[in-house]
């Protein structure tokens, strides 16, 4: 019993969206954790002088998924790779891949299941990576997204995200305004 309430926990923290607002806090994505059952809260709520905005927005989250930072994508990118192989959630007896890419500068983190691969995280720091139709990588400047997401005041990060909390973009910005990290993160993997 005490699984299926950790799990309708879990259900509750991704059901309950935060809509879009600013919020201050700052959280590290430097770790490269297979944690992903971190509620949302723990993630943003910390205490820090950085200004956040949140933007749900499914077209752009699942668009570049699908797209800019597919699997095949990153894999042609990146030679330096690693596979751990740990058993399917629903089949024991059937194997997953968890495929991590890592280069001097950005790390991909993929879990491969029946002919699938789906991003779990992501730390871009190089400018070779560019999404939204190559509109947005690094280096860019913060009016690309004021104009983008219809932004009206200058912010410290920009939190882009599905609907359902479940996967997420997070864009940090220099004391330039610059783009200098874009972070992403799944949350719900089944």
């Known amino acids: 019993m005490k699984i299926g309430l950790n799990s309708l926990n879990l259900l509750i923290v991704f059901s309950c969206g935060t809509g879009t607002g600013n919020v201050k806090g700052e959280k590290n994505f430097q770790e490269k954790s297979d944690d992903n059952e971190v509620p ?36 042609s990118k990146i030679d330096i790779k690693s596979e751990l192989i740990v058993p399917n ?11 991590s890419f890592t280069n001097e500068k950005d790390f991909f983190k993929f879990h491969k ?3 699938n691969a789906i991003l779990l995280e992501a730390e871009i720091k190089s400018d070779q990576y560019k999404i939204d139709s190559g509109a947005i990588k690094i280096g860019v400047p913060y009016n690309i997204f004021k104009d983008k997401f219809n932004l009206e005041t200058a912010i410290d990060t920009l939190i882009v995200k599905d609907f359902e909390n479940s996967s997420y973009f997070m864009f940090l910005f220099d004391e330039n305004q ?8 799944t ?4």
């Open 89 to 99: 959630i629903h089949n024991k007896s059937l194997n997953d891949t968890i495929v």
């Open 178 to 185: 610059m783009l200098n990290t874009i972070l992403f993160k």
């Open 40 to 75: 949302m809260k723990e993630i943003f709520n910390q205490d820090s002088s950085q200004t956040k905005k949140f933007i749900n927005d499914d077209d752009f989250v699942f668009s570049v998924l699908d797209n800019e930072l597919s699997f095949s994508y990153v894999e």
């Open 113 to 115: 299941a029946s002919g």
């Open 187 to 190: 949350r719900y993997l089944d």
